[in-house]
């Protein structure tokens, strides 16, 4: 009888496979037939070249507190096996699997989207947040350099500016970060998942350590930039048991303010977590994701408003009390929906200035 052959996870990356993406008109199953060898695929990165209509994304959802985000990058090359982003690679008819993390694409004319968009009359400054649904610091940010030319302009522009990310690439950047702190235009959330470097290894392959992401927040807050930390996803019996102690380290190394996020699968992110757990956590998965149906109405995610990045249930409930009182016993601040940016700074380059 054949069967589905399985592979192992290269090292450096986050899954072997690559499911067809919802949009495919046909599917494609693999099968053991007997001479299959269990050789896990390589595959190097590739890198394509967008021209971008537009740049700044606009969101209309409760549950975060932006209206724009910019992202230079899709896909993304750090790997994460649980990243809700996974899904959007069907768009480009590429699988949310192995495509995500090794079929990128780069908005090469990002720098001049950014500011004919900031340029338009009438335009009417918010903060926007660089590098949500990819890592605007993953890997290949080293070469492109499309994150840096977005804080440029951002900075000429004394425009406001959240940056999220789990890179330790973003201290390159101090010299734009440091001015448009002084100006109040920029806060930076650095995304703290686990404090186990082997955890961080099979589940984060090519994000920076935990110990880099401390000092990440240690540099940035030295700095005068400030930081918060964002433990997401928290993943019932994998990383759930850490959330104080991460809460702790944050608060020490700088973070002034906290978050969190329940694991979230949407669409084929759901396959490719189970298929992740059934390798590195065989005994406890099905206890993983008995939890997280219990916290999503039955389903492997609940996708609703207002329910979508907290869950609901006895475990979502304990989850957010363990919060709460971890950040109040810290002296975590609450977080200011505008991220404590100042929006009356914006000048564009070139606009005249009133008479009254």
């Known amino acids: 009888m054949s069967h589905k052959p399985h592979l192992s996870t290269p090292r450096g990356r986050g899954t072997a496979i690559n499911p067809d993406n919802r949009f495919a008109p046909t599917r494609c199953e693999a099968y053991d037939d007997g001479w299959e060898q269990d050789v896990p695929p390589t595959r190097a990165t590739e890198i394509r070249s967008e021209t971008a209509k537009s740049v700044l994304t606009r969101n209309q959802s409760p549950d975060v507190g932006f209206d724009r985000s910019v992202n230079p990058y899709r896909g993304c090359e750090h790997g994460c096996i649980y990243c809700f982003a996974r899904p959007s690679h069907a768009y480009w008819d590429m699988s949310p699997g192995i495509d995500f993390e090794t079929r990128l694409i780069a908005k090469t004319n990002l720098a001049e989207r950014l500011e004919q968009e900031l340029s338009k009359p009438g335009y009417v400054p918010q903060p926007i947040a660089l590098g949500v649904n990819t ?138 977590f189970d298929e992740w757990l059934q390798e590195h956590f065989p005994l406890r998965a099905a206890h993983v994701m008995s939890l997280v149906r219990q916290s999503r109405g039955g389903k492997d995610y609940d996708s609703r408003f207002g329910s979508r990045m907290r869950g609901e249930g006895q475990f979502a409930q304990l989850l957010a009390q363990r919060f709460q009182l971890a950040c109040r016993c810290l002296g975590y601040n609450r977080r200011d929906q505008n991220y404590g940016l100042d929006c009356t700074r914006f000048a564009p380059p070139g606009q005249q200035m009133s008479l009254i």
């Open 135 to 272: 890592d605007a610091y993953q890997p290949i940010e080293r070469e492109q350099q499309l994150t840096r030319q977005a804080l440029e302009i951002l900075l000429r522009f004394k425009h406001p500016v959240h940056i999220i990310t789990k890179g330790s690439l973003v201290l390159r950047d101090l010299d734009l970060l440091v001015p448009l702190a002084e100006q109040k235009l920029v806060s930076v959330s650095v995304s703290l998942t686990t404090l186990d470097d082997e955890l961080k290894r099979i589940m984060e392959p090519r994000a920076a350590s935990p110990s880099a992401r401390l000092r990440v927040l240690r540099t940035l807050h030295e700095a005068g930039v400030p930081v918060s930390v964002m433990c997401a996803p928290m993943i019932p019996m994998i990383n759930d048991m850490e959330l104080e102690r991460m809460l702790e380290v944050a608060r020490e190394a700088g973070a002034r303010s906290a978050g969190y996020v329940l694991l979230r699968l949407p669409h084929e992110v759901a396959t490719l």
